[in-house]
């Protein structure tokens, strides 16, 4: 019995695709998108693709600089641990991870928050044979669904105030809502639970606050609702990839890099 032939769709598909004389044309067009990073990585999760926006994100001239190289050698230690262990489950079970929020690290010392997408590339056998991925800039106000008041003034509550000892029973009572709905209504609304927001807030306060003259460490802590110090540390470092001792010394004087980041 004669195989089914394809659809026209898929055959109109496929002529086009097979006429193309390279791939990397898609890579180009996120170029034209204003905010978005491309970049693709093999099945030893190296870079073998990526636009514009992507590599003058990580302070590189041009795309060949970052061909072949992987996360350890382009991230701190910390942020490449958990790039790495995401693309290990994404190769591992041929499956999407979306809506992964992150803090990054600018080559000046600034942070913004950006979202990131990843799907598995597939080779000609449906098996999963590397990443591809894209990055936006990630603003929270704007991520809100119609219809989320009480979960707005929650996280502006949290953004105006991030050093406040904020008790998710509490936030939840004063917009309103029961301690379930709330964390479910906001993590629909942000992909992450109100704790995580409100750590990734609290990072991100510290790392302005550390760039300001005469700036100390522990009084930036205390200022950033962490209970010591040291609990400040390391989820500074996890977040951030390097320790707030390490990025006072860098980007304190004038905002500028003084030395190379902590890869430790």
């Known amino acids: 019995m004669p195989a089914a032939a394809p659809p026209p769709s898929e055959t109109v598909q496929t002529e086009f695709l097979r006429t193309l004389a390279s791939p990397i ?31 003058q994100r ?25 790039f790495r262990a995401d693309d290990e489950r994404i190769l591992a079970a041929a499956a999407p991870l979306h809506d992964i929020v992150e803090l990054f690290l600018h080559p000046n010392g600034s942070t913004d928050w950006y979202i990131t997408q990843k799907i ?8 999963a044979c590397g990443i591809l991925g894209v990055v ?8 809100l669904r119609p219809g989320d008041p009480a979960v707005a003034r929650a996280a502006q509550m949290l953004r105006n105030d991030p050093g406040h000892p904020w008790k998710l029973a509490g936030l939840a009572r004063s917009v309103g ?12 609304c942000f992909g992450l639970t109100p704790q995580a927001y409100l750590l990734k807030t609290r990072i991100q306060w510290a790392s302005e606050a550390l760039r300001e003259p005469a700036a100390q460490i522990s009084d930036v802590a205390t200022r950033a609702g962490f ?22 010394r860098q980007f304190q004087m004038n905002g500028s890099p003084q030395n190379a980041p902590d890869q430790s």
């Open 177 to 188: 809502l029961s301690i379930r709905h709330f964390d479910r209504k906001f993590k629909e």
């Open 227 to 248: 209970c010591d110090q040291s609990a400040f540390t390391a989820q500074f470092r996890r977040h951030m990839g390097i320790t707030p001792l390490r990025y006072l």
């Open 120 to 127: 598995p590339a597939l080779d000609h056998r449906g098996c």
């Open 136 to 143: 936006q800039r990630y603003d929270p106000r704007l991520s």
């Open 58 to 82: 990580l302070g590189f001239k041009s795309e060949t600089e970052i061909l072949g190289r992987d996360d350890y050698e382009l991230f701190p230690k910390p942020l490449a641990q958990k």
């Open 25 to 55: 044309q898609f890579a180009q067009l996120l170029d034209l998108v204003e905010g978005t990073a491309f970049f693709a990585k093999n099945h030893r999760f190296q870079i073998v693709l990526a636009n514009r926006a992507f590599f």
